[in-house]
T-cell receptor
C-alpha cells in the first residue's frame, strides 16, 4: 500500500540551527509531494510542493525540500531555525487524480532559545 | 487566492443534538472538497470526499448516516454531525481542490473544534 512515513514525531533544535524533517514514501510510482505546517488550533498551510521538474523545491519562510527518487524521500530543511518555526509539520503525497492526499503522522518541531 | 473558510471555528453542543459545519471556498470554485478529522497530537484522517452535485464518498469505517456531507455548490460543502456524542468531539478540517488544477493541491480551512458535552 502507498504510504508516507515521517521519521521522528518530535524534533528539537536550537534557534539558528539547521532544521531537518524527514519524509519517505513507499511506492514504485513517484507521487506529487507536499509539506504543510500547522499551528495550534489552525488548519494546514502549504509550505512547498513537488510536482515535476526541478527536484529541489523552495517554499515559504525559508524552507526547501529535495525530492530524491532513488531514496523515495522528500526531506524538509531550513538553514537557520527561528522561534516562529515551532509547529507541527506534515508531509503528504498524492498518487491519484482528484487530489486525494496521504499524510504522514506529523513531526512536532520545537525551537529552543 | 485559494482561501477556504470554515464556520463555526468552535462549537459546543449537547449529546444527542446535531451540529452543522460549513466549508466555503471564498475566491475559487472547488470541484472537490474533503473532510478530515484530527485527534489531539495526531495526523489528519480523511473522512470523505465530495464532488459538487454528487454523493460523497466515505472512507472505510466512517458512518455516512452519522456524518452527513452535502456539496450543494462549487463553493460550499457542509458536514453535519448527527446525534452527536462525546466521542465525536474532535477538530474537523475541510479542504478544497481547485477546478482543473493539475498540481493536485488542496487548500485547507482553519478547522472547527467540536466539543460534545
Amino acid at each position: 500500500a502507498q504510504s508516507v512515513t515521517q521519521l521522528g514525531s518530535h524534533v528539537s533544535v536550537s534557534e539558528g540551527a539547521l532544521v531537518l524533517l524527514r519524509c519517505n514514501y513507499s511506492s514504485s510510482v513517484p507521487p506529487y509531494l507536499f509539506w504543510y505546517v500547522q499551528y495550534p488550533n489552525q488548519g494546514l498551510q502549504l509550505l512547498l510542493k513537488y510536482t515535476t521538474g526541478a527536484t529541489l523545491v523552495k517554499g515559504i519562510n525559508g524552507f526547501e525540500a529535495e525530492f530524491k527518487k532513488s531514496e523515495t524521500s522528500f526531506h524538509l530543511t531550513k538553514p537557520s531555525a527561528h522561534m516562529s518555526d515551532a509547529a507541527e509539520y506534515f508531509c503528504a503525497a498524492s498518487w491519484t487524480s482528484g487530489s486525494r492526499l496521504t499524510f504522514g503522522e506529523g513531526t512536532q518541531l520545537t525551537v529552543n532559545p | 487566492g485559494a482561501v477556504v473558510s470554515q464556520h463555526p471555528s468552535r462549537v459546543i453542543c449537547k449529546s444527542g443534538t446535531s451540529v452543522k459545519i460549513e466549508c466555503r471556498s471564498l475566491d475559487f470554485q472547488a470541484t472537490t472538497m474533503f473532510w478530515y478529522r484530527q485527534f489531539p497530537k495526531k495526523s489528519l484522517m480523511l473522512m470523505a470526499t465530495s464532488n459538487e452535485g454528487s454523493k460523497a464518498t466515505y472512507e472505510q469505517g466512517v458512518e455516512k448516516d452519522k456524518f452527513l456531507i452535502n456539496h450543494a455548490s462549487l463553493t460550499l460543502s457542509t458536514l453535519t454531525v448527527t446525534s452527536a456524542h462525546p466521542e465525536d468531539s474532535s477538530f474537523y478540517i475541510c479542504s478544497a481542490s481547485r477546478e482543473r488544477e493539475a498540481a493536485y493541491e488542496q487548500y485547507f480551512g482553519p478547522g472547527t473544534r467540536l466539543t460534545v458535552t
